[in-house]
Nanobody, 112 residues
Framework: VQLVESGGGLVQPGGSLRLSCEAS????????MNWVRQAPGKEREAVASISSPIVTAWYAEAVKGRFTISRDNAKNMLYLQLNSLKPEDTAVYFCVNDAYSTWGQGTQVTVS
């Protein structure tokens, strides 16, 4: 089982990024997925989740209306569109399976 994130980077406040997560080694289409972030000196926090095969999404209040989670089950891919980024969104973003048992290596998002 493997999750590999990509798409992080340095962006100015108000900018956008799209994070991707490639999943392998399990039946992606029947598993809910999560994006979790960890800012320096802070605890990890869930920012968004998406279910499957019936697709429903949940967002943390801090990102609601700015972030959009999506998935492509045919490609085993999970995405997170980050818009209207704020400095407080700076964190390492992790792709995580539904059981929180498998984590990707993380991708750094810096808003400055």
């Amino acid at each position: 089982v493997q999750l590999v994130e990509s798409g992080g980077g340095l962006v100015q406040p108000g900018g956008s990024l799209r994070l991707s997560c490639e999943a392998s080694g399990f039946t992606f289409s029947t598993n809910g997925m999560n994006w979790v972030r960890q800012a320096p000196g802070k605890e990890r926090e869930a920012v968004a989740s998406i279910s499957s095969p019936i697709v429903t999404a949940w967002y943390a209040e801090a990102v609601k209306g700015r972030f959009t989670i999506s998935r492509d089950n045919a490609k085993n891919m999970l995405y997170l569109q980050l818009n209207s980024l704020k400095p407080e969104d700076t964190a390492v973003y992790f792709c995580v399976n539904d059981a929180y048992s498998t984590w990707g290596q993380g991708t750094q998002v810096t808003v400055s």
